[in-house]
């Protein structure tokens, strides 16, 4: 932003580009039911059944996973959250204000392609469990060998670009939706299967307590050897592999765009929804349903896609979950997205820029390849991203500490900010440098190319400018925020109150779409611990199947519903 700027007209600014107002702020409820969209997708099928054919042991699962995902969850709640609530700015508007246009476009393209490509991958899982469904033949090739195939694609992805063009809150909305649903079919979907893993390693279809459990994942799910027979992974790999998973969200500050809607720093603790259930939970489900689904079907857990496992254990409502799965972790993507693509095309709004990057989603959906390369692309995304963020660290949280300008090069008026690129392009350089070597596991490389990046920024800055003081610059910002601030409070004004809806028939659809939850999850209890015997197990699991995609039918319809009667009493209000 040039001084020049500060004296825009506020109407002719996309909002944004601009600090989100008092009056937009989301409860933690928002959050709770957007990170446990989010985290519980369509993906957790697949690492769920990678950590088995790793070769982790039963309780390095237990613990490597808990401890992994908290560290994730301190990385949201002590990195990402204050920079995001103190600015209340994306991290592309941002990186704008601290490293200027060069590297901010560079950075939102980088992001821009990542993002749509996350996003495509979940839409091409979706449209897998609905190929499953029709009986459409699998897709093996990097290319689709069937036209009923791309035609599942173009829909399952009209429907997530629709709702992630209107914004956070319909992602939220959605997920708040889909979550309470998700957690209850990755909890019933292990009570279904376990009695068939019990059968085939302790001779029973009942669990006659803690010991049997274990036994039976020590024994059956992760074994601690890999695929091909050897020692797998251990407990630092666990632990490394859960924490590093969302690096570019948390440490790579990719989720300020979601958490500068926090109203309290506490909020970033909500992620826990997405990491300790959606992580934690869902891949030890996926995993003991993947083991439950290879006994059943008779191969191996590496050679079963997301729509296989899911079938076996849910039924019907199995290829809902992989489809809203899907959906749901695709629309948050596909909103991150959507902000870069508009921090690059500043004079077109986020909706229409969300639309150009989720047609493009669609077509690379098209092409089965882009799943299989899914997990390589998120791990080498974290180390692309992870420098930029601590750029952003060092400017927000270290500058101010040692005497340091934060925004110097916005006061300097800049549009290349040198310790910026170099400093992104020095930690590239030294987190792949430590790759090709290989004296760390890949799962920490993110770690010392933070620090090392961090430090370099630091030191760049000072002998470009960050060390001076520009107390006319920084007036002429403090009053622009100022006016910002005022500009609204005054739209704040225009904009009608929120009512709070408490009709009785609203208490009736939340009353009878909680209880379909209950019933469905006391169906999966009634074939875990009362069927004595394949027979009995049989009868038990078609009839949870049956039942819980009736439940699954009424919890959407009743959910939706009453959904759309408290946004009709907002309007009206």
């Known amino acids: 932003m040039t ?51 790793l070769g982790a042991t039963m309780s390095d699962i237990l613990l490597g996973l808990l401890i992994g995902n908290i560290l994730a969850v301190l990385s949201w709640t002590l990195i990402t959250t204050p920079i995001a609530i103190e600015t209340r700015l994306s991290l592309y508007t941002y990186l704008q204000k601290i490293a200027g246009n060069s590297m901010t476009t560079l950075y939102n393209w980088v992001n821009v392609v990542i993002f749509t490509v996350i996003s495509a991958a979940m839409i091409t899982v979706s449209a897998t469990a609905v190929r499953f469904a029709l009986n ?68 029973e279809t009942s669990l006659n307590g803690w010991a049997d459990f274990m036994e039976i994942g020590s024994l059956s799910v992760w074994t601690g050897l890999n695929a091909n027979g050897e020692p797998g992974i251990g407990l630092l790999e666990v632990i490394g592999f859960s924490w590093a998973a969302n690096t570019i969200t948390h440490v790579g500050l990719i989720d300020m765009a979601l958490l500068r809607y926090a109203k309290k720093r506490a909020y970033g603790l909500c992620t826990s929804a997405g990491m300790l259930f959606g992580h934690y939970i869902a891949w030890i489900s996926a995993g003991i349903m993947g083991a439950g689904t290879a006994v059943i079907v008779k191969k191996s857990i590496i050679e079963l896609d997301p729509g296989d496992v899911a079938f076996q254990a849910l039924g019907l409502s199995g290829l809902v979950i992989v489809i809203v799965a899907g959906w749901t972790t695709a629309n948050a993507n596909l909103y991150r997205s959507g902000l870069a693509a508009q921090a690059i095309f500043k004079n077109q709004s986020r909706n229409k820029m969300t639309l150009v990057v989720g047609i493009v989603a669609v077509l690379i959906a098209c092409f089965p390849f882009v799943f299989n390369k899914m997990q390589p692309l998120l791990t ?25 300008t934060r925004y110097w090069v916005t006061f300097k008026n800049l549009t290349h900010s040198v310790p910026a690129v170099a400093s992104w392009g020095l930690g590239l350089t030294f987190g792949f440098g430590l790759n090709a070597l290989d004296i760390l596991s890949f799962y920490y490389l993110f770690i010392p190319t933070w620090f090392f990046t961090t430090v370099c920024y630091v030191v760049l800055a000072k002998f470009y400018g960050a060390s001076e003081e520009y107390p006319h610059e920084q ?79 009424i919890y959407f319809i009743t959910a939706y519903w009453n959904m759309q009667r408290k946004k009709q009493l907002a309007t009206q209000s």
């Open 3 to 53: 001084p020049d700027k500060y004296e825009i007209n506020l109407d002719t600014v996309d909002e944004e580009q601009l600090p989100i107002p008092k009056h937009k702020l989301k409860g933690w409820t928002h959050f709770l039911g957007l990170y446990a969209g989010e985290h519980v997708a369509a993906t957790e099928f697949v690492i769920g059944a990678t950590f088995v054919a």
């Open 136 to 203: 459409i033949p699998a897709q093996l090739d990097w290319y689709p060998t069937n036209l009923w195939f791309v035609c599942v694609v173009l829909a399952v992805g009209t429907i997530v670009v629709l709702v992630a063009m209107y914004g956070f809150t319909a992602v939220s909305n959605f997920s708040r939706i889909c979550a309470p649903w998700l957690f209850v079919m990755f909890v019933c979907g292990p009570l279904v299967l376990l009695p068939a893993l019990s059968q085939h390693v302790l001779g």
């Open 380 to 404: 080498y995304a974290g180390l692309l991203v992870v420098p930029v963020g601590a750029i952003v660290f060092a400017e927000h949280f270290i500058f101010p500490r040692i005497g340091f």
């Open 475 to 553: 007036q002429k910002m403090e009053a622009f925020e100022q006016r910002v601030e005022e500009y609204q409070t005054q739209q704040a004004h225009l904009e009608p109150e929120e009512s709070i809806d408490t009709s009785l028939f609203s208490k009736v659809l939340q009353f009878v779409s909680i209880g379909s939850l209950l019933i469905t999850t006391l169906f999966a209890i009634n074939t875990m611990f009362y069927s004595a015997g394949i027979p009995a197990y049989e009868a038990n699991r078609d009839l949870f199947q049956t039942v819980g995609f009736v439940c699954t039918i």
